[in-house]
């Protein structure tokens, strides 16, 4: 028997019906599905060798899923040195805002020049420096948000990542099972036939030996 089917997998779902408790091929199937799926599997495949053919893909397909950790490990690497500079950037960032305290630093010396009285001097200090920590608290506030905003959309795209192989990999999973204990149960099914026909040729045989 030919699969016109690429994968065991999708042989499964489009044939057979094995859909995941999610969406077709995400998250582990039923119990009432897996034994639906035993049950008609058995029957379309009474012979180990096809069965044995799709035991082998789904197996295949099962290892390959186990390497999730693996692409895990590896995405997150690759993320990590894709934002470590993210910390220097954000350092340099803020060098816009020591220039600009620098100058207004050399305006004020110039500006309070011609003042002599000390309480002038101080109350122009104090307004100056409070209007530039306002300036400032914004600034660093506009750079938190975008750092902010840049974090959860990496967040948020890891975990629906990881989400969905980590789905996948139920589904292929719960398949695996499923197929090996429909091979099993087959296997051991066809043997009690096997020797069953056996024990009744035997008995056959010894009848006709006492009728000789």
Not at 3 to 26: P, V
Not at 57 to 67: L, S, V
Not at 82 to 105: C, R
Request: glycine share 4%; net charge positive.
């Amino acid at each position: 028997m030919g699969f016109k089917y690429s994968s065991a997998s999708r042989y499964l779902l489009m044939k057979h019906g094995a859909t995941g408790s999610f969406f077709k091929c995400f998250g582990s199937i039923s119990l009432n599905t897996s034994s639906e799926l035993k049950k008609r599997i058995k029957e379309k495949h009474p012979n180990l060798d096809e069965l044995g053919v799709i035991r082998s893909g789904i197996t295949t397909q099962a290892e390959i899923a186990k390497q999730i950790n693996l692409i895990w490990v590896i995405v997150t690497f690759v993320l990590t040195a894709i934002l470590s500079p993210t910390v220097f950037y954000l350092g340099q960032g803020l060098k816009p805002v020591d220039w600009q305290h620098e100058k207004n630093m050399y305006l004020y010396k110039e500006a309070l020049i011609p003042v002599e009285s000390l309480e002038e001097k101080a109350e122009y200090i104090t307004e100056a420096i409070l209007k530039e920590s306002e300036d400032y608290a914004k600034y660093i506030s506009s750079l938190q948000d975008a750092h902010g905003r840049m974090l959860i959309i990496v967040m948020m795209m890891l975990l629906l990542s990881f989400s969905l192989f980590f789905l996948r990999y139920q589904w292929i999973i719960s398949l695996k099972d499923c197929i090996d204990s429909a091979y099993m149960e087959q296997e051991k099914f066809l043997k009690d036939v096997k020797e069953s026909s056996k024990n009744i040729k035997e008995v056959r045989e010894n009848r006709l030996k006492k009728k000789k």
